[in-house]
């Protein structure tokens, strides 16, 4: 599980910083307005492209605290009940949604 922690944190700080770059040299050729929020129904608000910074930031902080294996409320209590692959497959997994959604967003303005 630590070989599958370690390719999955270089791995996602990889994406960052490609999808940081890729902000950086399409910055001008993105439009004004953005998605900036999804609904359950399918329909997005729109905002400034700014807000891409705030989501960017965003990942960088969710990604830092699961490099740093930050464990949540759930996964410190399936730690206490000693379940031992458990609350690692739920950070690993937690980490990669939150990478792939947060990317989405700078993806589909870019």
Not at 62 to 72: A, E, S
């Amino acid at each position: 599980m630590k070989t599958l922690r370690k390719i999955v944190n270089v791995v996602s700080w990889i994406i960052i910083v490609m999808i940081g770059c890729m902000m950086l040299y399409k910055w001008n050729e993105i439009g004004q307005q953005v998605k900036a929020h999804s609904n359950l129904t399918g329909g997005f608000s729109m905002g400034d492209k700014s807000i891409l910074v705030a989501i960017f930031m965003m990942e960088i902080i969710v990604n830092i605290i699961f490099t740093k294996g930050y464990d949540l409320p759930i996964t410190k209590q399936l730690r206490q009940n000693n379940a031992s692959i458990l609350p690692d497959i739920i950070n690993l997994f937690l980490q990669i949604t939150a990478l792939l959604v947060l990317s989405a967003f700078v993806l589909a303005a870019i």
